[in-house]
C-alpha cells in the first residue's frame, strides 16, 4: 500500500503521519507539504529516516505537479490535511482559503480520479479530513450529527464545505472511492501557537496576556490529537466507501473555563501562587462572525467501528503543557525567524 498524505508537516497531519509510518512498516507513507508557515519538519524528527516515509515539498495548488506525481507514484490512497486551518487568517484573507481548501482539493480528486480510470491502477481511497464547523453553529441545546445541514460561516469553514461537497460530488458523478470524516477542535503537541490553546501556553509561559476574544462564552468540543489521529486509522481501514463519519469527545468546554483550567495547571507546573495566571486574562473585540457552540455526535463512530477517545480533557491538558515545557526549542523557533532558517537548510540537503 502506497499511501499519499498531504499536509503531513502540519499539527494533526504529522500524528497521522507518525502512526502511520510507526504502525505499518509495510505501507510506504508520502507525506506532500507546501510547508507554509504551520508546516514543520521539526515535528517529524523522529521518522524522517524511517524506510517507508519520504517527505516531497509540493503545493496542492500547482494542478501540473499534482498530476505528474500521481502518475509517478501510482499511489493506492490519499489521507488529504493539507489546508488552511486558521479561522482568524480566512477573515483577513479569504481567497488564500479557497485557494488551497477548494482548489487544491479538486487538483487532487482530478488525479485521483485519472489515476483510479486507469486500468493498471489500484487506487483504493480519497480520504478528505474535515471539520465541524461545517456544520455552522449552534445554541445552548443540541449536536452535529453526519445528517446535520451544512451551514458555514467563516471564510475558513465555507471553503472547507465547498472541498467536501467536491469531495462527495467526485464519489457521486465519477465513482471515485472517497470517504469524509468531520472532527471537532483538536489539542495536544505541535500544534500552532496562534490557536487558542497553545497561544494561551506560551503567553502563560512569557507572563503575557490572555486575549479571550468576547466574553468567553463560546463553547468548543475538545479532542486530544492523537485520538484524532487513531480514529483516522481506523476510519481509513474499516469504513465504507461513500460512508461520512464525525469525531469528536463529547467534551465541551467554554473558552474562559479552558483558560481558567491551563491558568491552573500552570500555576502548578511554572511554580506560581495559586491564582496567578488567571491575572493574565484579558477580554478582547470578538471575532467576526464567532460560532457560538460546536458540539458533536460521534455515536456513528463509537458504535460501528469501535473507536473511543482515549484521554480526559484534564489529563490531555496537562500533558500536553508539558510538552510545551519540554518543547522550548519547538516553541521558541516557530515562534522567531530561526525556522524560516531551518527549512533553508533542511531543503539544501535534500
Ligand atoms: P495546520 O495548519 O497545522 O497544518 C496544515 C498543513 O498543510 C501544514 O503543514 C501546511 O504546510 C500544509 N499546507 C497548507 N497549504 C498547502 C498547500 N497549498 N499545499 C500543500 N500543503 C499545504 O492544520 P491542522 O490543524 O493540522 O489541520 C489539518 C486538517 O484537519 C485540515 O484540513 C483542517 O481543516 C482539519 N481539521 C483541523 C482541526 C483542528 O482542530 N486543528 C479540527 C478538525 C479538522
Ligand atoms: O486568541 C484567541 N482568543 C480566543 O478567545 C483565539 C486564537 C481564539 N479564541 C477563541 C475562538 C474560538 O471560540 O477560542 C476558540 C478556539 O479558537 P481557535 O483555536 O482559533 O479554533 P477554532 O476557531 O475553534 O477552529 C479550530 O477548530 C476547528 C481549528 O483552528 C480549525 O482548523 C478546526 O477546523
Known amino acids: 500500500m502506497k499511501i499519499l498524505i498531504t499536509g503531513g508537516a502540519g499539527f494533526i497531519g504529522s500524528h497521522v503521519v507518525r502512526l502511520f509510518v510507526n504502525k505499518y512498516p509495510n505501507y510506504t507513507i508520502h507525506n506532500l507539504d507546501k510547508l507554509t508557515y504551520a508546516g514543520n519538519l521539526a515535528n517529524l524528527k523522529d521518522i524522517e529516516k524511517k524506510p517507508n516515509y519520504k517527505f516531497i515539498k509540493g503545493d496542492i495548488v500547482d494542478a501540473a505537479f499534482i498530476n505528474a506525481l500521481f502518475e509517478k507514484e501510482n499511489y493506492n490512497a490519499v489521507i488529504h490535511l493539507a489546508a488552511e486551518s486558521h479561522v482568524d487568517r480566512s477573515i483577513t484573507n479569504p481567497l488564500e482559503f479557497v485557494m488551497t481548501n477548494v482548489i487544491g482539493t479538486v487538483n487532487l480528486l482530478n488525479a485521483a480520479k485519472t489515476l483510479y480510470q486507469l486500468s493498471t491502477s489500484n487506487f483504493k481511497l480519497f480520504y478528505h479530513v474535515s471539520t465541524d464547523e461545517v456544520y455552522g453553529a449552534l445554541g445552548e441545546t443540541g449536536i452535529f450529527t453526519e445528517e446535520t445541514a451544512y451551514d458555514p460561516h467563516s471564510p475558513y469553514s465555507a471553503s472547507k464545505a465547498g472541498s467536501d461537497h467536491f469531495v462527495r460530488a467526485y464519489h457521486d458523478t465519477y465513482g471515485l472511492p472517497a470517504l469524509i470524516s468531520n472532527c471537532s477542535n483538536n489539542y495536544g503537541p505541535n500544534h500552532f501557537p496562534e490557536k487558542l490553546i497553545p497561544l494561551c501556553i506560551n503567553n502563560i509561559k512569557n507572563n503575557k496576556p490572555l486575549p479571550i476574544y468576547g466574553k468567553g462564552e463560546n463553547v468548543r468540543d475538545w479532542l486530544f490529537v492523537e485520538d484524532h489521529a487513531r480514529a483516522i486509522d481506523v476510519i481509513f481501514h474499516n469504513a465504507k466507501v461513500g460512508s461520512t463519519y464525525n469525531i469528536g469527545g463529547h467534551n465541551e468546554w467554554t473558552n474562559i473555563n479552558v483558560i481558567r483550567l491551563l491558568c491552573k495547571i500552570m500555576d502548578k507546573k511554572l511554580n506560581r501562587a495559586e491564582g496567578t495566571n488567571e491575572k493574565l486574562i484579558t477580554f478582547v473585540k470578538d ?19 469501535g473507536w473511543k477517545p482515549s484521554l480526559q480533557f484534564e489529563e490531555g491538558l496537562e500533558k500536553t503543557v508539558d510538552w510545551y515545557l519540554a518543547n522550548e526549542a519547538w516553541l521558541n523557533d516557530v515562534t522567531s525567524g530561526n525556522y524560516a532558517k531551518y527549512y533553508e537548510e533542511q531543503y539544501a540537503k535534500r
Open 287 to 305: 471575532r467576526a462572525g464567532h460560532d457560538l457552540r460546536y458540539a458533536i455526535d460521534s455515536s456513528k463512530l463509537q458504535n460501528e467501528l
